[in-house]
């Protein structure tokens, strides 16, 4: 009997589990190479070959993992608001009621996904258009949720501001964490410290 066979027939579970984490780690190398290769060229002017070349594999391996190039572009773009509405859920979470404490750890967790995450930044500024309108519309609704957590937050420490102004300040500070990335040269551990207190400045002043 064969491994694949093993696998599918359960009989081997760490066989599964270990084809399953390579099967995520090709997928994971592929989005991290269409990122950087979107945010440098345009979605327009990457092809499928190009796409596999950058992350090791045949322009048709990437169709084991998406069916097309808009599928990848997908991935990335709701993967990250998905990822955003979840990780500022959990800071919420844990901060209880403590309203300082869940804006200090909600702009730490987006300057941190800023950082390490520039390049899906700058596909998202340049390449939304280029979504399905499906796809386009769930990263529109992502967001909207993600900005909204913010300004529940906000209303807490700023209880007489409308809604509308607590919203120009997240978009705001969400403007200022997401450019400096692109044109920062101080190391990440310093623009850490100065993204955070620069947008902590911007929301409560």
């Not at 084809?19 to 995520?24: I, S």
């Not at 090709?26 to 990457?46: D, I, Y």
């Not at 200022?176 to 902590?200: D, F, K, Q, W």
Request: some cysteine.
């Amino acid at each position: 009997m064969t491994a694949t066979t093993d696998a599918r027939a359960g009989a081997s579970p760490e066989l599964t589990t270990a084809r399953d984490r390579a099967k995520a780690e090709r997928r994971a190398t592929l989005l991290a190479a269409a990122a950087q290769l979107f945010a440098e060229r345009g979605f327009p002017r990457v092809s499928l070959d190009e796409l596999g070349a950058a992350a090791g594999v045949s322009g048709p391996a990437v169709y084991k993992h998406f069916v097309s190039k808009q599928a990848v572009l997908a991935a990335i773009l709701v993967g990250a608001s998905e990822g955003l509405l979840a990780g500022g859920r959990a800071v919420i979470a844990s901060a209880g009621v403590d309203a300082r404490a869940a804006l200090e750890g909600l702009v730490a967790f987006h300057v941190n996904f800023a950082l390490a995450n520039a390049d899906v930044i700058r596909v998202q500024d340049h390449d939304l258009d280029s979504l399905a309108d499906d796809d386009r519309h769930t990263v529109r609704a992502l967001q909207r949720e993600y900005v909204e957590l913010w300004v529940d937050v906000l209303a807490r420490l700023r209880p007489a501001d409308a809604r509308v102004a607590l919203r120009t300040r997240a978009h705001a500070c969400f403007g200022l964490i997401n450019s400096t990335p692109h044109s920062s040269r101080v190391g990440a551990r310093a623009a850490r410290s100065i993204l955070e207190s620069m947008a902590l400045a911007a929301l409560t002043a």
